[in-house]
Nanobody, 124 residues
Framework: QLQLVESGGGLVQPGGSLRLSCAASGFTLDYYAIGWFRQAPGKEREGISCISRSGGSTNYADSVKGRFTISRENAKKMVYLQMNSLKPEDTAIYYC?????????????????WGQGTQVTVSS
């Protein structure tokens, strides 16, 4: 059974860093593009960073560009999101998602499999 499990969320002060992890099981990660999405209270879920199945292509939402970095280790079945210079507006539940494709960008409805999410709170 295909499963994605996020971890690494927590409470951090503004300007701090977190690294989120997405562990894949039940499928061969190499065949799947992966996206990180987030949903803040009262807002729609949005795509923030996505990576092709090889890792050769990435994209970022303007709101996180230059602060967040997505990466993957297919052999370990892991995808990461390094988040630096965090701001209060980054507070949200963060989800990873997968689609069996070379690359789909960060279009939410293109992704078929979703994790349960991990909470990130940026506050002093």
């Amino acid at each position: 059974q295909l499963q994605l499990v996020e971890s690494g969320g927590g409470l951090v002060q503004p300007g701090g860093s977190l690294r989120l992890s997405c562990a894949a099981s039940g499928f061969t990660l190499d065949y799947y593009a992966i996206g990180w999405f987030r949903q803040a209270p009262g807002k729609e879920r949005e795509g923030i960073s996505c990576i092709s199945r090889s890792g050769g292509s990435t994209n970022y939402a303007d709101s996180v560009k230059g602060r967040f970095t997505i990466s993957r280790e297919n052999a370990k079945k892991m995808v990461y999101l390094q988040m630096n210079s965090l701001k209060p507006e980054d507070t949200a539940i963060y989800y990873c998602a997968a689609v069996r494709a070379l690359f789909r960008g960060c279009v939410l409805d293109q992704y078929d499999y979703w994790g349960q999410g991990t909470q990130v709170t940026v506050s002093s």
